[in-house]
């Protein structure tokens, strides 16, 4: 079964600046997430966008996707160091099944 | 703390023996999901449940692997004679009915030597 392909799979920026992930895709979805794993917190949920959304935002986050690109990306804008973290993508549920593939995820580093 | 939680959070065990780790999700979650992680990489999907059926199984869950969730509330995942290959991080989550956001236990970080 397909996951998604985030790039890059590592990021420095520093703080108050701006972070973009991308992941890639090769079959069509019923929803795509996003999740942050971190030592503290563990993996959280961060937003989900079904396929007929184009953009999604909750606080300083910002999604995209492009079903004809099979593409989404995740902004988080005025970056914090507690934001330091890695961000998967995970695509599903779809076609009825519950399963949720994740790809290997982007390493952020946000530097004080 | 009502979040999703599991036990034991660290198993070291020999090749060839069996282990046990258990889960106990979110009270309102009738959904419960299995995941194993490696080192540098995102967690894998083992198995779901709705409630106290088994409704998904990934091709991960060798015939050494089996989950059960008795009563459609706690579930254990089993692992019997242990290979090193299985060392990882054993996640566990669950959502609502309604819902597709998943929410993640610690994990068991297991260590076969």
């Known amino acids: 079964s397909q996951q998604g392909e985030e790039d890059p799979q590592a990021l420095s920026i520093q703080e108050g600046e701006n972070a973009t992930m991308n992941c890639s895709y090769k079959t069509s979805i019923n929803n795509l997430q996003w999740y942050r794993q971190n030592s503290g917190r563990g993996l959280v949920h961060l937003i989900l966008i079904r396929s007929n959304e184009r953009e999604k935002h909750s606080g300083r986050l910002r999604v995209t996707l492009d079903t004809s690109k099979k593409s989404s990306s995740l902004l988080i804008t005025a970056s914090r160091a507690a934001d330091t973290a890695s961000y998967f993508c995970?695509?599903?549920?779809?076609?009825?099944?519950?399963?949720?593939?994740f790809g290997i995820g982007t390493k952020l580093q946000v530097i004080p | 703390d009502t979040g999703v939680s599991q036990n034991p959070r660290h198993k070291i065990t020999k090749r060839g023996q069996n282990v046990t780790f258990r889960c106990d999700p979110i009270s309102e979650h009738n959904r419960l999901y299995w995941y194993r992680q490696t080192l540098g990489q995102g967690p894998e999907f083992l198995t779901y449940?709705?409630?106290?059926?088994?409704?998904?199984k990934s091709r991960l869950l060798s015939d050494r692997f089996s989950a059960e969730r008795p009563k459609g509330s706690f579930s254990t995942l089993e692992i019997q004679r242990t290979e090193q290959g299985d060392s990882a991080m054993y996640l566990c989550a669950s959502s609502f009915n309604s819902g597709y956001e998943q929410y993640f236990g610690p994990g068991t970080r297991l260590t076969v030597t």
């Open positions: 449940f709705q409630n106290e059926a088994q409704l998904e």
């Open positions: 995970a695509l599903g549920p779809t076609g009825g099944y519950q399963k949720v593939s």
